[in-house]
């Protein structure tokens, strides 16, 4: 079991970009789908994003689709969350994780391996 390790948070002002990187190491996910999901205090975890085996295959949030991307790079053992135009309510801990099976999904239950999670803090 190799756990997916997340990097790139940190505290921006509203408007501003960040880049989330998450990396696996070995070959656990070179065959997994792979997501981002964020937690704010006191809220439930939410989905975010997700992508094939292969990055070809994306899930986004309908509600962050116009400000958030995902990619994998580097034979999917790397994945990336450009975050754009961010906002207050973007606040979270925002985890990356490994699916169960070659494509993402939307629900947590389908992922086997998580991250310990990177803090995003955006000031009004």
């Known amino acids: 079991q190799a756990q997916p390790q997340e990097s790139g948070g940190g505290l921006v002002q509203a408007g501003d970009s960040l880049r989330l990187s998450c990396t696996v190491p070995?070959?656990?996910?070179?065959?997994?789908?792979m997501g981002w999901f964020r937690q704010a205090p006191g809220k439930e975890r939410e989905f975010v994003a997700a992508?094939?085996?292969?990055?070809?295959?994306?899930l986004m949030s309908d509600s962050l689709k116009d400000r958030f991307t995902i990619s994998r790079v580097n034979r999917g053992s790397t994945m990336y969350l450009q975050m754009d135009r961010l906002k207050p309510d973007d606040t979270a801990t925002y985890y990356c994780?490994?699916?169960?099976?070659?494509?993402?999904?939307?629900?947590?239950?389908?992922?086997?391996?998580w991250g310990q999670g990177t803090q995003v803090t955006v000031a009004s």
């Open positions: 992508a094939s085996w292969k990055g070809d295959a994306i």
């Open positions: 994780a490994v699916a169960r099976r070659p494509y993402g999904s939307r629900r947590k239950e389908d992922y086997q391996y």
């Open positions: 070995g070959r656990t996910a070179s065959n997994n789908g």
